[in-house]
């Protein structure tokens, strides 16, 4: 028994070495309910792929956005330009098929439909969860692909600590951001404000010149694509007692970037356009989670602004109030019921919207989630959601997840894990409501998500290995598209079957007071039209800027006070179209280390990091220039009394 | 002596004169490599994907690719907005990047794209040595459009010689009676230009108008179009006298196709006017049509219905079909769809990527 206890603290402190928080499995899923901000996805969904990455692995991206880490350490495709616009799809769905929370806000676009990863400073925020697959029955409308929780830990600081970090790199990059963190172990104030900019001209071997008279490629410098991200994130939480408390949190971000021309335009470049973006995420919630009965309040109000190339004309805005409750029964170890609603007041106030079609839309989700563990090794959750929107049918969406023990040991643990859930996605509202083009009667993305994993963890005094391999079948139908009918409708066209594999292998070991860390992850995913309403062309072909192959490996050292690490990611080809043009696959490999020391009875974290070290020239999206090789060098000051 | 000398280098010109005129002197352009209908594929905005397909509509065969197999591989990098033949060359509007690309009649690009002075390009025209460019400016302000221009440009220096300030969205373009006729896509306008003084006045009109047609008396047939920034119900096609610059008649009909490139073509005796339009079907389903305008009667029919991503239209007077250029998305192929005057079917070809005209040589 004490051995088993061993290896299971064993196994949870090697999941945060790792910086892969364990998926859900008898003993660690409590442990992360207490310290994570908000956690009940991965509570009530046990058989569900959720990765997680920890304050330290996002400060290794602190200047840029949460894409950065994504697509270094994961195996989940991220189409983006030279850090204007990152958007994510995971399993070969769209980026509107990924849901992105802050408390209880998903903060994608109500008009777009999904969020700039570019724009979501990992800065901001100490904790990241990824989940793999639809997840509707728990994140409502969009979550088909998958699900991002942006998280920050609960620290109830006593005292005051603070964080100065500045971070130079090349391309004229600058993060400079503050952390301060006051409090008498009750009260807490967490503020996190920061300052990024980028000149972003950096040199590229340039191969579309369009010069027909010298053909070969030259060295140019990209021009008109700066970048100014500033946020600011307030936190004040206050402690009741042990599982009873407040929090609340308030973001403001303001993003301006030019929008990147493409190589031929630059190499001719005459002036860009450029997009501003300013939000407002407010989230409270009262927790009071010391009986049986436990339950939360919480409410917020977004703020959604656009001004694309000054054009005061032509301003896209959307005002949201939020309020949710939450209740949770807990019968005992093996039994609990969690109930909620969820509802949204939305105001959009959009330049090309008719007020005749909308002026307001109310959304009302409500929930009830079950946990039953049967048996020591079977954990189950049954998921049921039905979202009510006014004017528009919004599909009742339930999942159920299992996770079964199949052996433990002394030095093992070995689990399989499935689900299968049903996921959606109401149209946006540009959609249904753009100018005349909108389309109303357009039904929703209608998901079915099937998917089973094996893990198996092995522990051996101070080593420890884990491999995960999942299976995942998804069928979306009614996809909406934009398509030409004279005029540009929406319209729902398509259905798509994304399949696929995934493995992830961890391997942390000991020696002496070194400690490393080697994870590797791949992907395999086939993600083809199988019918269409429209253009015949197109089935049973992958479906443009999906990678057949994605893969990634890590390794991380830890000696004393000194940290390092060097990591490699591929992406394998894509089509750009489906008339056959296809862009190259390509391996990037990243390097960094840091070193924490004192001075004068405070901390001071000095890292350097290099990325894209062999240089390799690329495109993720055709036509697009890439930087080449970049350094980043910063200095964090920790004071703490 | 010198007189003999003189006599002599005449003589040896002169041999050299005619035997550059010989029927033995190969053609640079012979008919039997140039003749057919080339069809311009946009591509997609800020995406690449622009490319000339060409047909042979003797044999019936469609080539897609044409303009890279010409050029060793090369890549169209811009999207071509419009096409244009005029003395041996073949003018292509490129947008993002902007630049005029000048090929030959077998769509061999020998020299850079035109770029200076040159942002946005749509439509042209030409006169003289001139080509007359219509241009939004390279950072359009889309409400009002004030910074919009027509590019003289002179095909002998290949440079843009002067830029004539006209706010409004200049699309489409057309020369009679020494006049310079732009229809402004953005205000119930269309501007006139004297060719002689560059002065430009105005005809005032029921809606937004976007391409021309000129018949056989110089007088001007105009769509008239509806769009979000700019809606009218006044839609349809104008008749324009090009000696007192007035609209004489508007012929209404609903739907005229706000596409861009090439959305009216006269038959071969200009008694006809094939028009593009949009419209809803009994189910409220929107799709493409296409009406015949009678000119003699002034009446429109419909001829064709339920096409699926109408994108353009042009007739052929070489086979005096129709040719239909569709595309329902920017990220696969389009079509071409040769139907008989009468609005039959015939045949349905694959194109590159967002096929809007194309340009017949011979």
Redesign the interface.
């Known amino acids: 028994m004490k051995s088993k206890l061993i290896f299971l603290f064993a196994l949870f402190v090697s999941m945060q070495m790792f910086g892969f928080e364990p998926e859900p499995s008898v003993i660690d899923t409590i442990h992360l309910d207490e310290i994570t901000t908000y956690a009940d996805h991965v509570k009530y969904q046990p058989g569900s792929k959720i990765v997680s990455f920890n304050a330290e692995q996002l400060s290794t991206a602190a200047s840029g956005g949460i894409d950065q880490l994504i697509s270094r350490l994961t195996p989940i495709y991220i189409k983006t330009d030279a850090g204007g616009l990152s958007t994510i799809r995971i399993r070969g769905t769209a980026p509107d098929h990924t849901s992105i929370n802050f408390g209880g806000i998903n903060i994608n676009s109500l008009t777009l439909g999904h969020s700039n990863a570019s724009k979501i400073p990992a800065f901001l925020f100490d904790k990241l969860d990824i989940q793999f697959g639809g997840s509707s029955a728990i994140n409502g409308s969009g979550a088909i692909g998958g699900a991002i929780y942006l998280g920050n830990l609960n620290s109830w600081t006593n005292g005051v600590k603070a964080e100065i970090s500045t971070q130079q790199g090349s391309f004229g990059e600058q993060l400079y951001g503050t952390k301060l963190f006051i409090g008498n172990g009750k009260i807490e104030s967490v503020t996190k404000v920061y300052v990024y900019k980028k000149q972003n001209n950096f040199k590229f071997e340039n191969i579309?010149t369009?010069?027909?008279?010298v053909?070969e490629p030259v060295i140019d410098i990209q021009k008109g694509s700066a970048i100014q991200n500033q946020g600011l994130l307030q936190e004040i939480n206050y402690l009741f007692s042990a599982n009873h408390y407040i929090k609340n949190a308030v973001w403001f971000e303001k993003d301006w970037h030019q929008i990147q021309?493409?190589m031929?335009?630059n190499?001719?470049y005459?002036?860009s356009?450029e997009l501003l973006n300013q939000h407002i995420r407010a989230w409270s919630e009262y927790i009071n989670e010391q009986n049986r009965l436990k339950f939360s309040i919480g409410s917020g109000y977004v703020h959604d602004y656009q001004l694309y190339?000054n054009?005061q004309?032509?301003l896209i805005i959307t005002n949201r109030g939020i309020a949710e409750t939450k209740f949770k029964y807990v019968l005992n170890k093996t039994i609990d019921w969690r109930a909620g609603a969820k509802y949204q007041y939305i105001v959009p106030d959009v330049y090309?919207y008719s007020t005749a079609n909308i002026t307001t839309e109310q959304h009302l989700d409500v929930y009830l989630s079950t946990f039953y563990q049967p048996f020591k090794r079977l954990k189950t959750t049954l998921n049921l959601r039905q979202m009510l929107v006014s004017n528009y049918k919004a599909p009742f969406t339930p999942s159920f997840n299992a996770e079964y023990i199949l052996s433990s040991g002394t030095f093992h643990l070995a689990k399989l894990n499935g689900n299968v859930s049903r996921s959606y996605r109401i149209p946006t509202f540009n959609d249904r409501f753009w100018?005349?083009?909108g389309n109303p009667n357009l039904k929703p993305e209608d998901g079915l998500n099937v998917e089973t994993g094996f893990e198996y963890h092995f522990c051996n005094g101070e080593k420890f290995t884990t491999v995960k391999v999942n299976g995942f079948y998804m069928d979306i139908d009614n996809w909406i598209?934009w398509?030409?009918?004279?005029?540009w409708?929406a319209e729902n066209v398509q259905r798509v079957i994304s399949q696929g594999i995934e493995t992830s292998v961890q391997f942390h070991f000991e020696t002496g007071k070194t400690k490393s860390d080697i994870t590797a992850n791949y992907s395999l995913n086939k993600a083809e039209k199988i019918e269409s309403k429209?253009?015949n062309?197109?089935f049973k072909h992958q479906l443009?800027y999906t990678p057949y192959h994605m893969g990634n490996i890590v390794y991380s050292i830890e000696y004393k006070q000194f940290n390092a690490f060097i990591d490699g990611n591929f992406t394998g080809g894509r089509y750009?179209?489906?008339?056959g043009?296809k862009l190259q696959p390509y391996f990037l490999t990243n390097a960094g280390a840091w070193y924490n020391f004192k001075l004068r009875n405070q901390g001071l974290k000095l890292s350097f990091q290099v990325n894209n070290i062999f240089n390799v020239s690329y495109q993720n999206?055709?036509?697009y220039a890439m930087p080449g090789i970049n350094f980043r060098c910063g200095l964090t000051l920790i004071i703490k009394s | 002596m010198k007189i003999s000398f003189k006599l002599l280098i005449l003589f040896l010109v002169g041999i050299l004169f005619f035997s550059s005129c010989t029927e033995d002197d190969p053609d640079p352009f012979p008919s039997e490599l140039v003749k057919g209908a080339y069809i311009v594929n946009y591509g997609?905005f800020?995406?690449?994907?622009a490319s000339i397909a060409k047909y042979d509509y003797e044999k019936g065969e469609l080539h897609n690719n044409y303009f890279s197999t010409q050029?060793n591989g090369?890549?169209l990098?811009?999207n071509i907005q419009f096409a244009y033949e005029y003395n041996d060359s073949i003018y292509l509007m490129g947008n993002?990047?902007?630049?005029i690309i000048v090929v030959n009649p077998l769509f061999i690009?020998?020299?850079?794209?035109i770029?200076e002075d040159i942002?946005k390009p749509r439509y042209c025209v030409a006169n003289g040595d001139y080509l007359y460019i219509s241009c939004w400016g390279?950072?359009p302000?889309?409400?009002l459009m004030p910074d919009t221009y027509i590019a003289k440009f002179n095909t002998k220096t290949s440079k843009v010689e002067a830029k004539i300030a006209l706010p409004g969205g200049p699309e489409g373009l057309i020369i009679a009676n020494n006049n310079l006729y732009a229809a402004l896509n953005y205000v119930n306008k269309i501007a006139v230009i004297d060719l002689s003084s560059n002065a430009v006045s105005y005809i005032e009109t029921p809606a937004v108008s976007s391409y021309f047609l000129k018949d056989n008396n110089e007088n001007l047939y105009v769509t008239f179009i509806s769009t979000?920034s700019n809606f009218s119900e006044e839609t349809g096609l104008g008749y324009i006298n090009t000696t007192s610059n007035k609209i004489e008649q508007v012929y209404k009909t609903d739907?005229v196709?706000?596409e861009y490139g090439s959305i009216l073509t006269p038959n071969d005796d200009f008694s006809k006017i094939y028009v593009l339009?949009?419209?809803y079907d009994e189910n409220w389903?929107?799709?493409?049509a296409v009406a015949e305008f009678n000119i003699g009667s002034g009446t429109f029919t419909t001829i064709i219905e339920g096409?699926?991503?109408?994108?353009g239209i042009s007739y052929n007077n070489a086979d005096n079909k129709l040719y239909l250029f569709t595309?329902?998305?920017v990220?696969?192929?389009g079509s071409l769809k040769i139907y008989a005057e009468d609005g039959q079917l015939e045949k349905t070809l694959?194109t590159?990527?967002s096929p809007t005209m194309a340009i017949y040589l011979d």
């Open positions: 579309y369009g010069n027909v008279e053909r021309p493409n031929q335009t190499f001719r005459k002036s356009e190339d054009n004309n032509q090309s100018a005349d083009q598209e398509r030409n009918y004279g005029i409708k429209a253009d062309t197109t443009i750009s179209n489906y008339l043009s999206e055709k036509y | 997609n800020g995406d690449g994907g050029n090369i890549e990098l811009s993002e990047s902007d630049q690009q020998s020299r850079n794209g770029t942002a390279s950072n302000d889309w409400a979000w739907g196709s706000t339009k949009t419209q389903n929107l799709s493409g096409i699926s991503g109408p994108k595309a329902e998305s990220v696969s192929g694959e590159g990527i």
